[in-house]
């Protein structure tokens, strides 16, 4: 489909959002037949497969210690699309978010906006490092009753998820581990649900744990 974006002229787009591109533009692709989206998803075939041959002849030329600072720079990328695409379902959830710590609360009522902000912070951490323990009790006492508040909110959402049938969200990771697995075997044997598990695979992938353990 991005290839078929191409064929217009960004020139007659300059009045609209990126949002309202790229639902008109889907909307465009939706209503085309089979017939004229054949030829783009033979070309993204061709050209998905010259990267691949490419990407393997750099690889062959590559020293076992390239290929592995390689591939851990491939794992971070992918770890941090992972959490991005979990952070996204989780406000889609409406999940409650994590309320701030006591540092955090003298932060925001400390932090002068304009300038450079790198400085700022260096001066506001400085002067959390010179505030005497019994000046920070107020933050501390906040942070605790935000706390409180929250545990009581991500309950009762943990609660409403569940209810809605995804205790997904709270299985171990050992346990989706082996679900993954299971499924990547199924994948193997029947090809004809590669897209069905390939779906689920990439879901199980975006619930990595956070700090609360799911």
């Keep these: 489909m991005s290839l078929w974006f191409t064929t217009y002229n960004p020139l007659s787009f300059l009045d609209l959002s990126f ?14 037949p089979d017939s004229q989206k054949q030829p783009f998803h033979i070309r993204a075939k061709e050209l998905l497969e010259e990267y691949y041959r490419e990407k393997d002849e750099f690889e062959s030329n590559l020293s076992d210690t390239e290929l592995a600072k390689l591939q ?9 699309k992972v959490k991005r695409k979990m952070r996204a379902e989780m406000k889609k959830l409406e999940r409650p978010k994590r309320p701030k710590n006591a540092y955090a609360l003298f932060v925001s009522e400390n932090f002068r906006k304009g300038g450079n902000s790198q400085a700022e912070v260096t001066r506001i951490s400085e002067m959390w490092n010179m505030t005497p323990e019994e000046d920070r009790v107020p933050f501390q006492e906040e942070a605790k009753k935000l706390k409180v508040e929250y ?12 209810a809605e ?35 689920e695979e990439e879901w199980e992938e975006e619930e990595e744990e956070d700090d609360d353990g799911f």
């Design 19 to 32: 949002a309202d591109i790229a639902k008109h533009l889907g909307e465009e692709w939706k209503r085309l």
């Design 72 to 80: 851990e720079a491939d794992d971070k990328k992918k770890a941090a």
């Design 151 to 162: 545990d009581v909110e991500l309950e009762a959402w943990k609660a409403k998820m569940i």
């Design 165 to 199: 049938g995804r205790q997904d969200l709270f299985e171990p990771k050992d346990k989706k581990a082996k679900k993954s697995k299971s499924k990547r075997q199924v994948k193997r044997k029947s090809k004809a649900a590669k897209e069905e598990v390939d779906e």
